[in-house]
């Protein structure tokens, strides 16, 4: 678990800069947040029902509040690079 990846997961959905966070769902190490983005960029390119990009999109954003969560309370160091990037 790379805690600066949820932190570019939050910048990148909120920029909606879509491709890097497509480099980010192949690149980390966590399924969870791969599949959360992958859901996110699947029902944003072809779901033509607001809710469900809606949905998508806060289900991703309440599990980066999670596991940001998790980090503050594993007291891990947010500034440790295990992944090499």
């Not at 990009?53 to 007291?75: P, Q, T």
Request: net charge negative; with cysteine.
């Amino acid at each position: 678990m790379n805690p600066v990846d949820y932190d570019r997961a939050l910048y990148y959905t909120h920029r909606s800069q879509w491709d890097n966070l497509l480099i980010l769902m192949v690149r980390t190490k966590d399924d969870f947040l791969s599949k959360k983005i992958e859901h996110v960029l699947h029902a944003y390119h072809f779901s033509r029902d607001y809710t469900v990009i809606e949905s998508c999109l806060y289900a991703l954003l309440r599990y980066i509040d999670h596991a940001n969560e998790m980090v503050k309370w594993s007291g891990a160091d947010p500034l440790f690079h295990s992944d090499g990037w």
